[in-house]
């Protein structure tokens, strides 16, 4: 059974970063790409990032372009979301998805599994 868990959320200032991390288990890594959605208080949940199986393909919701990096690690099974330059509206839950296209996770198709969530605060 694919598993995704979210760690590296927390409180920061804003301007502030902060590296969000998700590891996959019960699948081959390598198989899946894999993005971050987000979800504020009110708000459907939303596109962040997304990175190919490959990792030569990266995607990034205009929100956050040009602040946010994602990448992966297929040693350690492990996908991260380096934000910085964080703003009090990047406030939310985010979520780790994974897919077989990151295409497809960029589009907004159901993931084939969700991470549980990591709560991002950023006071102004």
């Known amino acids: 059974q694919l598993q995704l868990v979210e760690s590296g959320g927390g409180l920061v200032q804003a301007g502030g970063s902060l590296r969000l991390s998700c590891t996959l288990s019960?699948?081959?890594?390598?198989?899946?790409?894999l993005g971050w959605f987000r979800q504020a208080p009110g708000k459907e949940r939303e596109f962040v990032s997304a990175?190919?199986?490959?990792?030569?393909?990266?995607y990034y919701a205009d929100s956050v372009k040009g602040r946010s990096t994602i990448s992966r690690d297929n040693a350690k099974n492990t996908v991260y979301l380096e934000m910085n330059s964080l703003k009090p509206e990047d406030t939310a839950v985010y979520f780790c998805?994974?897919?077989?296209?990151?295409?497809?996770?960029?589009?907004?198709?159901?993931?084939?599994?969700w991470g549980q969530g990591t709560q991002v605060t950023v006071s102004s």
């Open positions: 998805a994974a897919d077989t296209s990151a295409g497809a996770l960029r589009l907004g198709v159901a993931p084939k599994a």
């Open positions: 990175i190919s199986w490959t990792g030569e393909s990266t």
């Open positions: 019960g699948r081959a890594f390598s198989d899946y790409a």
